[in-house]
């Protein structure tokens, strides 16, 4: 009985020292309920209580017109204007000439190509050509590998494996750290004196300029570019396989499917919106590759790396051309825009079909 009560009282004091600890946490923010309860008591009672909701969508709105909306505006307003100044009182409205600079080419009787945009060489802005190819050889290889590898994985994360969420983190992680951080490791790992060619050269192999020479250049810009960005669309493929019903394998399976007919008259339909997303995403983000190639490569060797962002940057910045510039990005916006149509119709369709 002794026992019984001193546990009862210890009980008792153990639940004062928790309410008291409570009221103690709580007492802040109930100081401040009070004090926006006096702030915005008479300005919910002077807009109503339906305005109240853009009262607090306010803050929002405004981060959104300075930093995205006006600077939207003012860059199509660059680009059509020139010169050297980047205050736009100062600048001379100038019309189309930045469009029709960056599509001036002159064709010559001795190269056959020099009619048609294959040939830079012969146009009037022929970096700006430059990067238009290499940025489309990027999207294609980038993407196309990406989506490929990424729904690989999805498919391997997908079935019951052992330690399926510590390998679904490892393909997460990389997703995690910044374009630079990501950008200064490869690069430290792919100098000359860096990891792989230190690996190399204890196997008694050569070094291989993998930053300096163009192709070794393109490919692993590609390769940093996959492996930095894959995880992020894994994960989104995974969710599109895991909302896939079970009984559907379950019936196709009693019918006789094997498992490419399974993939290929299941997964893969059920999971086209799904992919449709990862592509306009995966598009999106690749058409804007800069900052890992900035700090990688620079746009080098020579031009074998130069990306549309990256041109864009150097015409700012470098040559103090904004009108070139925001005349360039408008273009790219542009071909962004019929791409991410392009892709969402076809989405569309292959759903209704």
């Known amino acids: 009985m002794r026992t019984t ?5 210890r009980g008792g004091k153990r639940k004062l020292v928790m309410a008291w600890i409570g009221r103690l946490l709580l007492k802040p923010f109930v100081v401040l309920a009070t004090l926006a309860d006096v702030v915005l008591g008479p300005l919910q009672k002077l807009l109503g209580m339906q305005r109240m909701g853009y009262f607090f969508v306010l803050p929002n709105l405004l981060v959104f017109g300075i930093f995205i909306l006006l600077p939207m505006l003012l860059n199509f307003y660059y680009g059509f204007t020139a010169g050297d100044s980047i205050l736009p009182e100062n600048r001379q409205f100038v019309g189309l000439a930045n469009l029709e600079s960056l599509f ?3 064709p010559t009787f001795l190269d056959p190509r020099s009619e048609s945009f294959m040939n830079p060489s012969v146009c009037q802005q022929d970096r700006f050509w430059r990067a238009a190819g290499n940025t489309l050889t990027f999207v294609i290889f980038q993407v196309g590998v990406m989506v490929l590898l990424a ?3 999805a498919l391997a994360l997908n079935r ?3 330690g399926r969420g510590f390998f679904r983190s490892i393909f997460f992680y990389p997703v995690l750290l910044s374009p630079v951080v990501v950008a200064l490791i490869w690069k430290w790992i792919l100098q000359p004196e860096g990891v792989f060619n230190g690996i190399l050269v204890g ?3 050569e070094r291989l300029p993998f930053l300096v ?8 810009v590609i390769v940093v570019s996959v492996w930095a960005q894959m995880g992020f669309h894994t ?3 995974l969710a599109g396989l895991q909302s896939i019903p079970h009984e559907l394998y379950e019936a ?3 019918d006789g499917a094997g498992a490419w007919r399974s993939f290929r008259q299941i997964t893969l339909p059920l999971l086209m919106p799904t992919m449709v997303v990862v592509l306009v995403l995966s598009l999106i983000r690749a058409v804007q590759v800069f900052d890992q190639v900035f700090v990688l490569t620079t746009g080098g060797p020579g031009t074998a790396t130069l990306y549309m962002v990256q041109y864009i940057f150097q015409t700012a910045f470098d040559r103090q051309q904004f009108g070139l510039a925001a005349a360039t990005s408008l273009v790219l916006a542009a071909v962004l825009f019929v791409l991410t149509l392009g892709q969402l119709r076809l989405g569309r369709t292959s759903e209704i079909a």
């Open 213 to 220: 020479e163009a192709n070794w250049a393109r490919l692993w």
């Open 235 to 237: 994960l989104i493929l």
């Open 252 to 254: 196709a399976s009693m």
């Open 160 to 162: 019951e494996v052992r």
């Open 5 to 9: 009560r001193v546990s009862k009282r």
């Open 203 to 205: 196997m008694g192999l």
């Open 104 to 106: 001036s080419c002159q």
């Open 151 to 153: 729904l690989v994985t």
